[in-house]
């Protein structure tokens, strides 16, 4: 009978720790949380002192019992939860359901941050307790977000439509969204030209030099009539190459990944989301079969520190001499410095053993797993390389008083580039035009023969909507939630409705808008980026023992309760707006005004309810609104003859009829393709997901099932011959046409 028993809180973890612990363990999971504030009430008794209710979540009973029967025939009962403020929350939990009653069963907290062989033992080695402070911090969160979400959103619900949320971090990054949209609709663009001249010295080869300097000052040209002037004055002297300035450049390696950076570079290279970085990276840390064995393939993913191990960049530098030879390897391990308020508490992730190379695990992974796991162990072995070296020359050439420069850089040491190179939000056009860009080898002094000038007209762009690496970053930057929270958040914004995306990027949808604006007029200290960086640093401070829990709830709750009492009376009734327009009903000669319903805003008639007419619009930029008709299908409505249109609702784009409401025909939008599974009869429709994603399914439902994410075209393969092609976004909202059919490989527009 096992005389210890080790509680973690997933079942693939206890299965991992199986494997390293042996029969004198028994391994249990409480499968996450055991206890939660209730779902259908506030749960906090604010008077008394902000006490949580805590119960039973629903279904957990057996999970508690059997831990209960396995703790009464334990000798020692070690609680063993991710290590961090949560799992400390799951371990508190635990421990409050099954400890014995006869109190002499001793019940430790241990951390295992890497679940390996030595890993573990180093953890059970030297158990603690469960840490008072850390569970504090967690359960002031947690009361926090549920004070400001039962509160508001009750609020929102009656002024807006059931249904909506309002949480204490979810509302702010939402704003961030708005603000971002509405810094994108005032921006008015400029005018600018650019100055190129190609030239030709002594040596092969030409080389373009743009202008950077008119009689000493930096160049600007802000429209076609002072470019044509600098041509004819650049065209008046000779063109001289006025200096060379060779010097070598480093190009240092990227710190390996904390939370947000694997978040970030998984979505900029994997196109993965944060949620589902977040998911795999969870299954790698806990244990995948390797060759028939459980094994841990990387330490734990919830991070803010760049700290490594000795042991790992030991067995990391060892495989860099192997793999890449001596002269990849600096002289000592490279270190990182931690950022200023990192809580410092977890390595950075990184591989758990070099002998777990990514070719040797391949075959043991699913396609996204190991590429998430390259991404990581890639990262982590160029972290510990010498940098990349170049050799960089510039020329500055002169005419008449017109400065013109021009740069190449040569590669001439790969470095930590021959593993591993970050990659970009945006791409640099500039840098990467001049990164193996070769000038010739020419002298100071020589005078060059001019090739051609050539003027452009550009036009300055406003700051780019956030996808979801940039908003990750802008979160961070302004420290706004916690390496956890960062996948929650993004999800949680999509799925209520308040934002959608659109070629990758976030757009607020008018629902996002609205309760935007609500917010930020009723909770402007809730809603405030700093107030709620501020908060997180407060937690902070009661993880550390510095800071009472109850104090930071009661100086929070006092002005938000005043602001939630306030808000109920003063907050706009969005269901109760008229807004009147200069638009006539066609059909009774009234005004139309605008109306918020379930799908957004809308005209409708002021006669309401004897006149019924209503229509979709878009508000543009001026302020005129514009009706927006629908694409028009050139089909004729079944059940009335009239014409149908696509339209957009709550649920994504629909046909209908366009003499609705007279006639309230609907249907999915169709694709042209016929349903792909053998003997049906069906055609592929389009339809949208719970949580508002796009994808194509048989119109036979419930008789087929057939579905797919990617958009079915009408179009012959003209490789094999399939009746049908999809629709693939590619990397910069590219899109290109392939053939579904793996064997085929067919693509167009690539």
Not at 46 to 70: C, D, H, S, T
Not at 313 to 337: N, T, W
Not at 353 to 369: F, G, I, T, W
Not at 503 to 512: K, M, V, Y
């Amino acid at each position: 009978m096992p005389k210890s028993l080790l509680i973690v809180e997933s079942p693939a973890k206890a299965r991992t720790l199986k494997r390293y612990l042996g029969d004198d363990f028994l391994v249990e999971a409480s499968v996450g949380h055991v206890k939660d504030l209730p779902k259908n009430e506030l749960g906090v008794d604010v008077e008394a002192g902000f006490v949580p209710k805590y119960g039973v979540i629903r279904g957990k009973g057996k999970v508690i019992q059997q831990l209960k029967m396995a703790a009464k025939a334990a000798d020692v009962i070690y609680l063993a939860p991710d290590p961090d403020r949560e799992g400390e929350a799951i371990a508190w939990h635990v421990a409050e359901e099954i400890r014995p009653k006869r109190g002499d069963t001793p019940v430790y907290r241990v951390m295992i941050h890497e679940i390996t062989k030595k890993g573990v033992e180093a953890a059970l080695a030297n158990p603690g307790t469960i840490d008072p402070n850390r569970y504090n911090a967690q359960q002031a969160r947690r009361i926090l977000d549920r004070l400001v979400g039962y509160q508001i959103s009750p609020i929102l619900w009656d002024k807006v439509r059931r249904g909506l949320s309002a949480g204490r971090v979810q509302s702010v990054a939402l704003r961030l969204v708005v603000e971002r949209d509405r810094e994108i609709q005032a921006f008015s663009r400029e005018e600018y030209w650019t100055l190129d001249a190609r030239l030709e010295g002594s040596g092969p080869p030409p080389f373009t030099a743009r202008l950077r300097r008119v009689a000493g000052n930096a160049a600007s040209i802000p429209d076609r009539e002072t470019a044509e002037e600098l041509v004819a004055r650049s065209r008046q002297g000779e063109f001289r190459l006025a200096k060379v300035e060779r010097k070598e450049k480093k190009r240092h390696p990227a710190p390996p990944f904390i939370t947000s950076t694997l978040q970030r570079e998984a979505f900029r290279k994997l196109r993965f989301s944060a949620k589902k970085t977040m998911t795999l990276a969870q299954r790698l840390y806990e244990g995948v079969d390797v060759a028939g064995q459980p094994v841990g393939l990387i330490t734990y993913m919830r991070t803010d520190s760049t700290r490594l191990s000795a042991d790992a960049v030991g067995a990391c530098r060892e495989h860099i001499v192997e793999r890449y030879g001596k002269p990849y390897l600096p002289s000592k391990p490279v270190g990182y410095s931690v950022k200023k308020g990192a809580q410092d508490a977890h390595e950075a992730i990184r591989p758990t053993a070099m002998e777990y190379a990514p070719e040797r695990v391949k075959a043991s992974l699913e396609h996204d797993q190991f590429a998430l796991y390259k991404l990581i162990w890639d990262r982590f072995v160029s972290c510990q390389m010498k940098p990349a070296r170049y050799d960089q020359t510039s020329f500055d050439v002169t005419a008449a008083d017109l400065t013109f420069r021009a740069t190449g850089s040569i590669l001439t040491f790969k470095g930590f580039t021959a593993v591993y190179v970050e990659g970009a939000d945006e791409p640099d056009k500039e840098a990467e035009e001049e990164e193996g860009k070769v000038l010739p080898d020419l002298a100071e002094g020589e005078v060059l023969r001019l090739l051609d000038l050539s003027h452009d007209q550009h036009f300055t762009q406003p700051p780019a909507r956030f996808n979801e690496s940039t908003l990750v970053k802008e979160l961070e930057d302004k420290g706004i939630g916690r390496p956890s929270t960062y996948a929650q958040i993004l999800s949680t914004i999509r799925d209520k409705g308040y934002v959608e995306m659109q070629e990758r990027r976030f757009h607020p949808t008018d629902l996002g808008l609205l309760v935007n604006d609500l917010l930020v007029e009723n909770f402007p200290q809730v809603l405030d980026a700093g107030f709620t960086a501020q908060m997180e640093a407060e937690l902070d401070s009661v993880e550390a023992g510095k800071r009472q829990w109850q104090d930071l709830l009661k100086n929070f709750y006092g002005p938000f309760s005043r602001s939630v009492e306030k808000a109920a009376e003063a907050m706009e009734n969005v269901k109760a707006r008229e807004e009147p327009t200069e638009l006539v009903c066609e059909k009774c000669g009234s005004g139309m005004v605008i109306r918020w319903g379930r799908n957004g805003f809308f005209l409708a008639c002021s006669g309401y309810p004897e006149c019924r007419n209503t229509k979709e619009f878009k508000r543009l930029a001026d302020g005129t609104l514009e009706i927006q008709e629908g694409e028009k299908t050139g089909e004729p409505c079944p059940e009335c003859g009239a014409e149908l249109a696509i339209r957009q609702g709550r649920y994504g784009r629909f046909v209908a009829c366009t003499k609705y409401p007279g006639c309230k025909y609907t249907s999915p939008v169709r694709t042209g393709v016929a349903c792909p599974v053998e003997g049906c009869s069906g055609e592929l429709v389009e339809k949208r997901s719970k949580k508002g994603k796009t994808f194509y399914a048989c119109n036979r439902f419930p008789e087929c099932d057939h579905a797919v994410w990617d958009q079915p075209v009408p179009e012959p393969c003209p490789a094999c011959g399939n009746p049908f092609l999809v629709a693939k976004e590619g990397k910069g909202g590219t899109t290109s046409l392939r053939c579904p059919k793996r064997r085929c490989g067919y693509r167009k527009g690539d």
